[in-house]
Nanobody
Framework: QVQLVESGGGLVQPGGSLRLSCAAS????????MSWYRQAPGKERELAAT???????SHADSLKGRFTISRDNAKNTVYLQMNSLKPEDTAMYYC????????WGQGTQVTVSS
């Protein structure tokens, strides 16, 4: 059974940091491109960052310098380090895996507020 389980979300003050984790199981993680998407209330889901099976990564232009995606194939886990958080980063953050087939996690809520 395929599972993508996100964790690490929560309430943080502006300027703070969070690290999201997505633990994968049920498929060959190392073969999959992994991504983080986010969806703010009333807005469309958007790509935040993506990382290839070999570790090549890219980030949304608006997030460069603040967010960093990484993966640990030995742990079947992808991470999103988020620094200098802003209120506009408030969203549900979703993990996504793709390699022909594709899978979504259930999401973890990030709220940036004072």
């Amino acid at each position: 059974q395929v599972q993508l389980v996100e964790s690490g979300g929560g309430l943080v003050q502006p300027g703070g940091s969070l690290r999201l984790s997505c633990a994968a199981s049920g498929f060959t993680f190392s073969n999959y491109r992994m991504s983080w998407y986010r969806q703010a209330p009333g807005k469309e889901r958007e790509l935040a960052a993506t990382i290839s099976p070999g570790g090549n990564r890219s980030h949304a232009d608006s997030l460069k310098g603040r967010f960093t995606i990484s993966r640990d194939n030995a742990k079947n886990t992808v991470y999103l380090q988020m620094n200098s958080l802003k209120p506009e980063d408030t969203a549900m953050y979703y993990c996504y895996a793709v390699s022909g087939l594709n899978y979504w996690g259930q999401g973890t809520q990030v709220t940036v507020s004072s």
